[in-house]
């Protein structure tokens, strides 16, 4: 499981806050940079993503599609496509074989992808099924936790990480589920491209080493 590099700053974090229940409500959460997925060039075709395809010298085919639940979409002049699980590269080289087949010979394709859901958070970590899930509005911590299947048996539910960046920061904050669930601590929100991460005995990594060693902290803090 892969984590986020940290630095010295970390070192500095795990002391910076003083520890108790009332400091876990006493602070705003500041909000995100930005909650749209952040989309690297590995970025798939899923069910109902949508792809922009542009083909110079073949406007007609030019367009906005939308896949299906199968993550297939028809055409113009190519018909029925199955684009699923294809990057945006692997699909403009698809197309153009395709018309090269038939239309051109030379085709140059330009394609595009946007997913279907457009906020999501990361839940890593002593969960039951970590993984990429959707954001809905007024999702909170609980519930993120609970979208990945629930604490593992492993879990430390007293320290569950939020990772966000932050005018252009990626800062930190640690939360206690426990004291969420009895009511003596308030359940942040979760926003599109946050990262969730559950510390747990089978979790190893220098940055949950670090945020062991410290108290809780309900306030966000930069770690790079």
Do not use: H
Not at 79 to 101: H, K, Q
């Amino acid at each position: 499981m892969r984590y986020l590099p940290m630095i010295s700053a970390l070192a500095v974090l795990a002391g910076c806050s003083s520890s108790g229940k009332g400091n876990l409500e006493s602070y705003a959460l500041p909000l995100p940079d930005n909650t749209f997925p952040v989309r690297s060039a590995d970025f798939r075709a899923g069910p109902l993503d949508k792809i922009e395809i542009k083909v110079l010298d073949l406007p007609d085919l030019d367009g906005n599609y939308t896949l299906n639940i199968e993550g297939r979409t028809k055409l113009p002049l190519l018909g029925d496509m199955n684009l699923l699980g294809l990057t945006a590269l692997e699909v403009a080289e698809l197309i153009e074989v395709r018309l090269a087949e038939s239309y051109l010979r030379s085709p140059d394709v330009v394609a595009s992808l946007t997913p279907a859901y457009i906020e999501q958070v990361t839940v890593e970590g002593a969960v039951e099924s970590p993984g990429t899930y959707d954001v809905r509005p007024g999702l909170t911590l609980l519930e993120a936790v609970a979208l990945s299947g629930g604490a593992a048996d492993d879990a430390n539910q007293r320290r569950a990480v939020i990772v966000r960046r932050v005018d252009g920061q990626r800062l930190m904050a640690t939360f206690d589920l426990v004291a969420i669930r009895e009511g003596e601590a308030a359940d942040p929100p979760i926003y599109g491209n946050d990262l969730i991460i559950m510390d747990g005995s089978m979790v190893r990594s220098a940055f949950l080493d670090i945020v062991r060693t410290g108290p809780l902290l309900a306030a966000f803090r930069p770690i790079w």
